[in-house]
């Protein structure tokens, strides 16, 4: 049974930090890209940060490049986006997702609540 189970989410201040964990099962983990999506109330689904498979490539939205890194750890199963700085604005729910792009597999987590508030 696939399952991804995100983890770390809540409530912080701005300017604070949280750092986000995706535990991945029931599949080949290590063959597949990592995404981090957010989306907020009333807004559409917005791609966070990618890794590659191997964890050597990553890329970030231009609205948290330099304040999120991606991370993975094979021998754990899990991906994790660290979040710095953070404002209001980066308040949402945050998925994640893999993807193997040989054969267009495509997996999501239920979502883990992220909220930036004083």
């Known amino acids: 049974q696939v399952q991804l189970v995100e983890s770390g989410g809540g409530l912080v201040q701005p300017g604070g930090s949280l750092r986000v964990s995706c535990a991945a099962s029931?599949?080949?983990?290590?063959?597949?890209?990592m995404n981090w999506y957010r989306q907020a109330p009333g807004k559409e689904r917005e791609l966070v940060a990618t890794i590659t498979s191997g964890g050597g490539t990553t890329n970030y939205a231009d609205s948290v490049k330099g304040r999120f890194t991606i991370s993975r750890d094979n021998l754990k199963n899990t991906a994790y986006l660290q979040m710095y700085s953070l404002k209001p604005e980066d308040t949402a729910v945050y998925y994640c997702n893999a993807y193997r792009r040989w054969d267009k597999s495509n997996y999501w987590g239920q979502g883990t609540q992220v909220t930036v508030s004083s």
């Open positions: 029931g599949f080949p983990f290590s063959t597949y890209a």
